[in-house]
């Protein structure tokens, strides 16, 4: 470390771009709402710094990923699928899902069949199962979504690329903060040699939502 400018000059070498600038986020009303009454309930003792970092940790650590698990789990093992229709929360633990922060959440499994599609929708705002998905996409939060699920399924599900036949009957499941829906998406054919492991590569996050099947590797 005799020189230590080295690093700095070669680094700003290799920058042959013009300055970029930040992208932090606007302050908009309900984040100064959000901060004020954090800081709030902070100052107050009702909850700690430390307790909302962790929330918050716990949300961004999950993904699709572990939706799929339970899906590939579902199409494995008739008594585990059989458990998670009846009592989702007990056949989550099960699996060593953690919920302590979604206790208050009640969380639906909605099976699809040859006769039934599922779809999820929050009508309301972007209520969506983050304990097995994680954060929802921007297109689940957007108005056009949210109204246009309920008025026009078939037409939103032709959009997303997925065509039904019309004798299968189509049902769209409005969540709220209280009730969850997951879609339990069809085992796809030719799959039964497959192990669970990679069953949940074929679970996407749109099969899900309902705005997708799963298809076997062709
Ligand atoms: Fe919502």
Redesign the pocket.
């Known amino acids: 470390m005799n020189e230590p400018h080295d690093h700095h000059h070669a680094h700003a070498a290799g920058h042959r771009h013009p300055p970029q600038a930040d992208h932090d986020d606007t302050l908009t009303y309900y984040r100064r709402l959000e901060i004020a009454v954090r800081e709030l309930l902070i100052e107050k003792g009702i909850i700690t710094a430390g307790e909302v970092s962790k929330v918050i940790e716990d949300i961004e650590s999950r993904s699709p990923e572990g939706g799929a698990r339970v899906v590939a789990r579902a199409w494995s093992d008739p008594k585990f699928r059989e458990l998670l229709l009846r009592d989702a929360t007990s056949a989550l633990t099960s699996m060593g899902f953690e919920l302590a922060l979604f206790l208050d959440t009640q969380l639906v499994i909605v099976e699809n069949t040859p006769d039934v599609h599922n779809v999820v929708v929050?009508t309301?705002?972007?209520?969506y199962p983050r304990m097995l998905l994680g954060l929802p996409p921007a297109w689940y939060k957007s108005r056009a979504y949210r109204a246009r699920v309920v008025s026009e399924p078939r037409a939103v599900l032709r959009e997303f690329g997925l065509e039904l036949w019309d004798r299968v009957a189509v049902r769209v499941h409005d969540?709220?903060?209280d009730l969850r829906y997951l879609v339990l998406p069809m085992r796809p054919p030719r799959t039964e040699h497959m192990s669970e492991a990679e069953l949940t590569a074929l679970v996407t996050r749109d099969s899900m939502i309902g705005t997708a099947v799963c298809r076997a590797p062709s």
């Open positions: 929050c309301l705002c972007s209520c969540s709220t903060a």
